[in-house]
Structures are given as C-alpha cells and as structure tokens.
C-alpha cells in the first residue's frame, strides 16, 4: 500500500466559485500534499464579485460529519473557515477540546471580498470566547484583528496599532496570532507574527495588482498543511506564505469579479515558472 498522506480537517462554507471557502481549501491542501477530510458548516450563493446569500447548516449536521469521521480517519491539523452560526461555533468548540494536541488554525472570516458581511456580533463574540483559547495561530487580516480585538466595544476601531489588537487576541488564548497586511496602506504587505512574547517576526511580500477571491482561505489551509506535514510553526508559515504569493501572482480571472488563486500554480503545464524558486511545493526542512 502507498504512504497515507496526511490528513487535514476544514470546516467550512462552501463557495460554488471555488474561489474561496470549502473548496478553496481542499485545492489547497491537496496541492501541498495533503488529504483534506472536509465538514460542510453552511451553503453560500456567491461569485467572484460577491456573496448574495449563506445559509448556516444545523449544528447537529456539522456534529455529526466532524465525529464520523473523526472516528474512522487520523487528523493532523484542524483548519476553521467560515463557521455560520453561533450553534456552530459551539459544537465545533466542543470537538476541538477533545483533540487538544492536535494543531488548530482558525481564518476568521468576517466578511467576503467585496465588504458582503458574514459574521454577527454574536458570532465574533463566541468565536473570541469559545475557539480563540483553543487555538494554535489565528490568522485575521488588519480589518478583522481590529474588530475581535475590540468586540466587546461592539464596533472596530480602525486606528488601533496592530500590535495592540496582536496583544489582545493573544490575551483570549491563541498560541500565535498572524495579522495580514493586505488591507494596510504600505508600498508592500507585511505580515506580522505575535506570541506571547511579542512581535515574532515581520514577513514581507510584493504587493501585487488586483483584488483576489480567497487568500485568506489558502493561506491559512497552507499553513495547516505544512504543520501536518511535521514542519514547525516558523518553517510552516514562510513556506506556506510563499506557496500562498505564487498563487496569488499566477490568478486568474473566470468571472466578472476578483481574480482567483491558482493553487495548482506548479503543475500547469502551460505556466512558464522558471523564473520561480518555487516550482512546487517542497516540504523538505
């Protein structure tokens, strides 16, 4: 028999572009390697432009497919996306408690591309109480590490230091906090790392034209796919931020709307990435 590669659980909304959510995820881990067993927590009606509906899925649905499987299949990393409701988050706070070791990386998606929101305040609320003090990295981008940081004060404060908002969301729990830079206004993006100790380590990539569909998503999916593969936090973040750019360099446009990650990047035989050190992804350390 072949080696079982390993195995990653995402629980996520499912996006009929493939942009974003469900499927973005499982393009993701499959493209670094990786088996992603998959939890539906609601139904979305959306393109490349916007969302124009979700529906969350019962949370005894959501149950019921993470413990199946969770039974029968060996998980080395969790990854949260889009949760949908409160109930959902509950449930899945219970699941994750009983797989304490295992590495828990949590995209908190408040709202979609175009501004669509996702998430109500009584969503951020117990996503910050309830999955935050579980969690290995959390990877807000600099709008939504403003608006956890500061949800009890019911709105975000939009100029907050970024570290500020890094400290606070470390104080719910989190063992690292990533906040993206995608959103801030500098001549390139910087990703920051926070633990309890402070600043980790600031990452620092070309800011690239266009608007994309789901970096957010692939990011995060890449990082748990790296941890799964037994890389270190550090080791797992810098591969899996430069495997996220090339996707991001090499999108394409289906739609109307944004462009969207190629996470295949590496096998299109037509794509010419000679010039990238990045060729496919590389998990050797």
């Not at 998606?109 to 959390?138: H, K, N, W, Y």
Request: glycine letters at 8%; a negative charge; one cysteine or more.
């Amino acid at each position: 028999m072949t080696t079982t590669p390993p195995c990653v659980m995402t629980f996520a909304a499912t996006d009929p572009s493939s942009g974003a959510g469900l499927q973005a995820d499982i393009l993701a881990l499959s493209s670094i390697g990786c088996h992603p067993v998959s939890v539906v927590t609601g139904v979305t009606a959306q393109d490349t432009v916007g969302v124009q509906g979700v529906m969350a899925l019962d949370a005894d649905w959501v149950n019921d497919q993470a413990r199946t499987i969770l039974e029968d299949v060996k998980v080395s990393a969790f990854k949260l996306g889009l949760i949908g409701s409160v109930e959902n988050v509950a449930v899945i706070a219970e699941i994750m408690a009983d797989y304490p070791d295992v590495p828990l990386l949590i995209d908190p998606v408040l709202t979609s591309g175009r501004g669509d929101d996702l998430s109500s305040e009584e969503m951020q609320a117990a996503m910050c109480e309830l999955l935050f003090p579980q969690a290995t990295l959390i990877t807000p981008n600099s709008l939504e590490a403003r608006r956890l940081a500061f949800y009890e004060e019911g709105d975000e404060v939009k100029h907050t230091a970024l570290e500020e908002c890094a400290n606070r969301l470390l104080g719910m729990g989190s063992e690292y906090v990533l906040i993206t830079g995608t959103h801030e206004r500098s001549s390139d993006v910087v990703n920051s790392l926070y633990n309890a100790d402070g600043l980790v380590r600031d990452y620092h990539w070309e800011r690239l034209p266009g608007s994309y569909h789901g970096s957010g998503c692939t990011l995060t999916s890449a990082i748990a796919a790296c941890l799964a593969h037994g890389l270190t936090i550090e080791e797992s973040l810098q591969e899996a931020q430069e495997y996220t750019w090339q996707t991001l360099k090499n999108g394409f446009r289906p739609g109307m709307g944004q462009l969207i990650p190629d996470r295949f990047f590496w096998a299109r035989e037509a794509q010419d990435n000679s010039e990238s050190s990045f060729d496919k992804p590389s998990l050797e350390h």
